[in-house]
């Protein structure tokens, strides 16, 4: 793809995330807008480590598909890329591959021949021991120093790669990029850097965009254009009901960040202590003085999860007042008569596997923060045990059963009825897992890290 010097680049993001949906009409207007890139998230962190540890999508193959067909067809329709950052939720290989086994299928169904690329960031365990070796790999706050045994745990770790890889595949002529973990900004400030836009305005474009249209007057509505030139971004609603006011735009600097004014990237760090956000009518925001510091030390960020054990649940509802009125006290009691139960049953102690109680409807969310006061109305009991294996996780919930379904309080001379939700009682969820890497990489080059194949495109007949 040719760098022709632009004054400026025009960015599509119609959803902050892929699968999440958004209306049609919205990629239309963008269109015809001038979009000159589509760029999509397509994964996170957010909901935990089960993703990354499991390598396995959070969002159907249905709504993926659903809103790959929609932007493939207007990327192709438009002669514009599509970039798709952190595919299969996780950015891991198989994650990648999967997406991009969604894209062939709509590529044939509707005869579209795109060129894809796909960028893996899935990272050896023995490269990763060796660049620990020679002492490039540091932690981040609040971890200490990363051992060996942390790395070898893993069963998935990914790199989360800057704007780089995936400039270098749109200028080796891919026309959709399919990346594995990115940072949710290098998605969206790719294209205009590649194009020579400044970088602070790229970057911080970028910031305010990666969730869509989160940062207007009805996220729900749909995504968002940005327009990057050389003195600053602007940004517009894709859908003309919807607005963008100067609070909402910065409003979305302080989402997910540490600090509100500095964002680290791959290269260096957005600075936006100085920009000024201005209304340039009901619904359209320009940002301006925005900066960016190139680092010293190219870095890359690694998450990693691993095993921690087996988990089985079950949850149970009680309605009866009195136990009610008193429901830490019999909280109190159900903690200790499990303990006891699993000890006389099956001889295991407190260091052989672990419980977590959570009273829906009372304390779940604050625990002892919880500001109200007086007996709730009803309350959901979610029991959650964990354990080595399995076998032993059930086994103990099951031990619980009886509990869960009939334990009184000290003073009460009857046993109540509570309600399990489901039937069989214990559901076993598999395996659980921890994010155990907090830690960054020095590069040798920015896409040393990262693996790129390109698929020419297939004849459909």
């Known amino acids: 793809m040719e760098n022709e010097r632009v004054t400026q680049v025009n960015v599509l993001a119609p959803t902050g995330m892929l699968g999440a949906g958004f209306p049609e009409a919205t990629i239309e207007r963008g269109l015809a807008l001038g979009a000159d890139v589509i760029s999509v998230d397509a994964g996170s962190t957010d909901s935990g480590p089960y993703y990354l ?13 659903r809103d790959l067909r929609v932007l493939l067809k207007a990327a192709a329709s438009a002669g514009i890329p599509l970039i798709v ?10 994650g990648v591959d999967w997406v991009a086994g969604i894209v062939a299928d709509i590529q044939a169904a509707e005869g579209l021949r795109m060129r894809v690329a796909r960028i893996y960031s899935e990272q050896s365990t023995g490269e990763l021991l060796e660049r620990l070796e020679e002492g490039r790999i540091h932690a981040l706050p609040p971890l200490g120093e990363l051992e060996p045994a942390t790395l070898e745990s893993c069963t998935h770790i990914v790199g989360a790669m800057g704007h780089e890889p995936i400039v270098a595949a749109l200028e080796a002529g891919a026309q ?15 294209y205009p850097l590649m194009k020579q836009m400044p970088a602070g305005p790229a970057w911080h474009a970028a910031k305010i965009i990666e969730c869509g249209g989160q940062c207007t007057s009805n ?48 290269d260096g760090t957005l600075d936006v202590s100085e920009a000024v956000y201005t209304a340039l009518d009901e619904r359209t925001v320009r940002v301006e003085g925005s ?27 009680i309605r009866d007042p009195h136990i009610l009125a008193n429901i830490d006290d019999w909280a109190d009691l159900m903690r200790t008569m499990i303990r006891q139960r699993v000890e006389q049953t099956i001889g295991l102690g407190d260091d052989k596997y672990a419980f977590d109680l959570r009273l829906y409807g009372h304390n779940a969310i604050l625990g ?43 003073d009460m001379d009857y046993l109540p ?19 155990v890497l907090h830690h960054v990489v020095d590069t040798r080059t920015p896409t040393d890290m990262f693996r790129t194949e390109i698929e020419e495109p297939a004849h459909h007949g």
Request: charged share 15%; hydrophobic share 45%.
């Open 176 to 190: 959709v990029v399919l990346a594995g973990r990115a940072t949710d900004t290098a998605i969206a400030a790719a």
């Open 219 to 266: 996220p729900r509505a749909g995504g968002v254009l940005a327009t990057i030139d050389a003195h600053g971004f602007t940004i517009e609603p894709l859908d003309p009901t919807v607005a963008c006011t100067p609070i909402l735009v910065a409003a979305h600097m302080l989402y997910e960040t540490v600090d509100p004014f500095q964002m680290r990237e791959p």
């Open 85 to 94: 950052g952190s595919c299969g939720t996780s950015g891991t290989d198989s």
């Open 53 to 65: 540890g499991a390598s396995q999508p959070k969002t159907t193959r249905a709504a993926v598909a």
């Open 291 to 317: 900066r960016f510091h190139v680092a010293d030390q190219h870095t890359i960020k690694l998450e990693g999860a691993r095993i921690t054990g087996y988990e089985t649940m079950s949850f149970s509802a």
């Open 368 to 410: 002892d923060l919880e500001p109200a006061v007086g007996p709730p109305r009803e309350v959901g009991v979610m029991l959650l045990v964990s354990a080595p294996d399995q076998s032993t996780a059930t086994a103990v919930a099951k031990i619980a059963n009886p509990l869960m379904l009939h334990l009184p309080t000290a």
């Open 417 to 435: 009825s509570l309600a399990f939700a489901t039937s069989p009682a214990e559901v076993e969820r598999g395996p659980a897992y921890e994010f």
